[in-house]
């Protein structure tokens, strides 16, 4: 079955700066992959997604990119500010079931 | 619209009990997921539902576990009995069925946190 692994596990970056989060999945036949956002004490949030027929989407300071060759795709935040601090969660899936990564926890210092 | 809803968002039991968990999804949501979200892991699919039938209940510990979506709408999991490393928090989510949204996007509810003491 699909397995997906997400680096790094914990990200500090300063506010105003960029963070990125990598993702690789094993499954060739995947071809829907979703970003989600989780706060304490919520459920993820869909954030962003992105689909095989696409290399890179961008919404706003969020954008996703993906390299189907190498199975790989990642999470761009741009100008980051305090309230992007969560835990974030990459999957993978054929439609379903998603398979999670485990997470990576975002931390925006001001 | 409102979105997932799930109840309650606490629980306490003692190992051995057992121990019921709600869903309501949003409306007009064809597919409900349940998925269990161990502390520093990402949610791990328990069982999918399609209207009032199961679509995959592969990873679900049907020993123990069962749930059910009797009219398609509102759906229960259950745990019976309970053992401490089902401590976790149990999420729920769903999905439309295409007619008028994307059969892709997943929306979670809040969850429902269990401790097994």
């Known amino acids: 079955g699909e397995n997906v692994e997400q680096h790094p596990s914990t990200l500090s970056v300063q506010e105003g700066d960029s963070a990125v989060i990598k993702c690789t999945y094993s499954d060739s036949a995947s071809n829907y992959f979703p970003w989600y956002k989780q706060e304490l004490g919520k459920g993820p949030q869909l954030i962003i997604d992105?689909?095989?027929?696409?290399g890179e989407k961008k919404d706003q300071r969020i954008a996703v990119t993906l390299n189907k060759t190498a199975k790989h795709f990642s999470l761009h935040i741009t100008e980051t500010q305090p309230e992007d601090s969560a835990v974030y969660f990459c999957?993978?899936?054929?439609?379903?079931?998603?398979?999670f990564g485990k997470g990576t926890r975002l931390s925006v210092i001001a | 619209e409102a979105g997932v809803a799930q109840s309650p968002r606490y629980k306490i039991i003692e190992k051995r009990q057992s121990v019921a968990f709600w869903c309501n999804p949003i409306s007009g949501h064809a597919t409900l997921y349940w998925y269990q979200q161990i502390l520093g892991q990402g949610p791990k699919l328990l069982i999918q539902f399609q209207n009032n039938g199961v679509v995959d209940d592969s990873q679900l510990p049907k020993d123990r576990f069962s749930a059910e979506r009797l009219k398609g709408v509102d759906s229960t999991l259950k745990i019976q009995p309970a053992k401490l490393e089902d401590s976790a928090v149990y999420l729920c989510?769903?999905?439309?069925?295409?007619?008028?949204?994307?059969?892709?996007?997943?929306?979670f509810g809040p969850g429902t946190r269990l401790t097994v003491t």
């Open positions: 989510a769903s999905s439309s069925s295409g007619t008028s949204g994307s059969l892709y996007e997943q929306y």
């Open positions: 999957a993978a899936s054929i439609i379903t079931p998603l398979v």
């Open positions: 992105i689909r095989s027929n696409v």
